[in-house]
C-alpha cells in the first residue's frame, strides 16, 4: 500500500498520461478505473496491441505509469488486458465491432427482456442497432443500455482437451 498523496491526482487526469504513454508505446489505451473493494481502492488499466497483450507489455506499461500516477489516491494498481469480451464503449469500439455478434443488456426490460443478442449494425444517432436471429431489427437509445459487448459462444469442439490420448 503507499501512502496518501499531498495533492491527488484525478482518474481522468491519470487516464490522460496513460493514454499518451500507450501511443508512445505503440499500444492502444483502452480505459482507465478507480475501484473500491474490500481490500482497498484499485487503480486499474486496460491496455492492449493488435496482435495482443503479451505479459511483458504489461510489466513494462505498469513500470513506466506508475511514477507517474503516484498522486492518484490508490492502493493498488493494475495494468490489464480488457479480454475478449471487453464491453463496447468508444464509437471507435462500436465500429470495430461492426458485424459481429453482441449481447446487450438494458436498464429496463424492453418487451419483456433486459437482454438481447444479435449482429451489432453499429451506434447510429445515439442509438446502438442490433439484427435479431429472427430477422428484426431492434435500436436502443444508448442510454437505456447498460452494456454491450462482444457474444462469445463456444462449441463442443472447443472445449475439448488439445492433449492427446495414449
Known sequence: MKSMPAKAMSVKQAEQI??????????????????????????????????????????????????????????????SS??????LKTERDFEKARGT?????????VNGAKQFTGELVGLEDGEVVVDTAAGERLRFPQKDVAVVRPHIEFDEEDLQDETPAQ
Open 82 to 87: 480488457p479480454g475478449a469480451d471487453r464491453p
Open 101 to 109: 455478434m453482441v449481447e446487450l443488456k438494458t436498464y429496463r426490460a
Open 18 to 79: 496513460a493514454r499518451k504513454l500507450a501511443d508512445e508505446m505503440q499500444m492502444e489505451f483502452v480505459d482507465a478505473e478507480l475501484v473500491k473493494e474490500p481490500a482497498g481502492r484499485f487503480l486499474r488499466f486496460y491496455i492492449e496491441k493488435p496482435d495482443g497483450v503479451a505479459l511483458n507489455d504489461l510489466e513494462a506499461f505498469h513500470r513506466r505509469i506508475l511514477p507517474l500516477v503516484e498522486r492518484v489516491d490508490y492502493d493498488y494498481m493494475e495494468v
